[in-house]
């Protein structure tokens, strides 16, 4: 899977950011880690069409935004304490993703 599920223009329109060029690299470069984060997470689509499934499409693309979503507006965070945000919207998707995962991906292999 190599184009993006969710285009810089969506994601602007979504988080409501104003369209300058140096937040569209930075904002396609979080779409690009985001998605690659879900997928390395879920599972990798190398023979089958799983991530553009009816059941699946739309799960992905809100953690992908989701995803993409914090990697912007907490790309300046610091602190002196190391904390561990939990994004309760992605880890549910997540879950959901795996659970399709294995249903789907179980159907193509017992064919």
Same mark, same amino acid.
């Given at each position: 899977?190599?184009?993006?599920?969710?285009?810089? =223009?969506?994601?602007?329109?979504?988080?409501?950011?104003? =369209?300058?060029?140096? $937040?569209?690299?930075?904002?396609?470069?979080?779409? %690009?880690?985001?998605?690659?984060?879900?997928?390395?997470?879920? #599972?990798? $689509? +190398? $023979?089958?069409?799983?991530?553009?499934?009816?059941?699946?499409?739309?799960?992905?693309?809100?953690?992908?935004?989701? +995803?993409? #979503?914090?990697?912007?507006?907490?790309?300046?965070?610091?602190? =002196?304490?190391?904390?561990?945000?939990? =994004? +309760? %919207?992605?880890?549910?998707?997540?879950?959901? +993703?795996? #659970?399709?995962?294995?249903?789907?991906? #179980?159907?193509? $292999?017992?064919?």
């Amino acid at each position: 899977m190599t184009d993006p599920v969710v285009t810089v =223009d969506e994601f602007e329109n979504a988080f409501h950011v104003d =369209d300058t060029q140096e $937040d569209q690299t930075l904002i396609s470069e979080y779409i %690009t880690a985001a998605q690659n984060y879900i997928v390395n997470a879920v #599972g990798e $689509d +190398l $023979d089958s069409e799983f991530y553009t499934d009816s059941r699946v499409a739309s799960l992905f693309k809100t953690a992908v935004m989701s +995803l993409a #979503g914090s990697y912007y507006q907490y790309r300046m965070s610091l602190s =002196d304490v190391q904390t561990y945000e939990i =994004d +309760l %919207t992605l880890n549910s998707i997540i879950g959901q +993703l795996r #659970g399709l995962w294995d249903e789907i991906e #179980g159907d193509l $292999d017992a064919t």
